[in-house]
């Protein structure tokens, strides 16, 4: 069994928390499966062998219910958003003054590989581009899909550095002028300074 498997992770925690306290390594494993809603160790250990992804496994180990609720968690996302920013501009040649921004995530994708303890993503999102100019701003509208890696250590979930790949679409033609695109200052300041 991989030292990455629920159940594994879990009995690291355990003897983590054991270790801190000061505490039997069997008592500590009790308290946690009572806590995370099992009646015994060896419930929770005969539910890990059987569902590992079971919501008070998850919950107790990983600190989520789902798998895909880690898309979600905030250290992620603005790992995310960090690392995206760089491939937007470089996927699709945006200006470098352009302010992007994800919104609306798609349904999420994933596989957990418990010889590795990584787990891999794949979803889609809304991105908007905003363009300062002196005369006003410009939108841009992407559709994104992207795949990445995250991994559960010490306690909390981080983004695989390098991990990133994307699909960028420009759900508008950016060649074209389109009026509805571009958002003037009103009342223009120019005229009154």
């Not at 609306?104 to 303890?117: E, F, I």
């Amino acid at each position: 069994m991989s030292a990455f498997s629920v159940i594994n992770a879990f009995k690291s925690r355990s003897k983590s928390i054991a270790r801190q306290r000061g505490q039997q390594l069997s008592i500590v494993r009790e308290q946690l499966s009572k806590l995370a809603g099992f009646s015994s160790y060896h419930e929770l250990h005969r539910v890990a062998e059987t569902h590992p992804e079971d919501v008070r496994l998850l919950r107790s180990v990983f600190g989520v219910s789902q798998f895909n609720d880690v898309v979600f968690k905030t250290q992620v996302l603005q790992a995310l958003e960090r690392e995206l920013v760089p491939l937007v501009i470089q996927e699709k040649s945006v200006p470098a003054s352009v302010t992007l921004s994800m919104s609306n995530l798609g349904k999420v994708n994933y596989v957990y590989q418990v010889d590795t303890g990584v787990l891999l993503v794949s979803v889609s999102a809304d991105c908007k581009g905003l363009e300062k100019f002196p005369q006003g701003e410009s939108l841009h509208w992407y559709s994104a899909s992207f795949r990445f890696e995250v991994k559960y250590r010490d306690n909390r979930w981080s983004l695989v550095p390098n991990s990133i790949g994307i699909h960028l679409v420009i759900d508008q033609d950016e060649t074209e002028e389109d009026d509805e695109n571009f958002i003037v200052e009103f009342p223009p300041t120019a005229f009154y300074n």
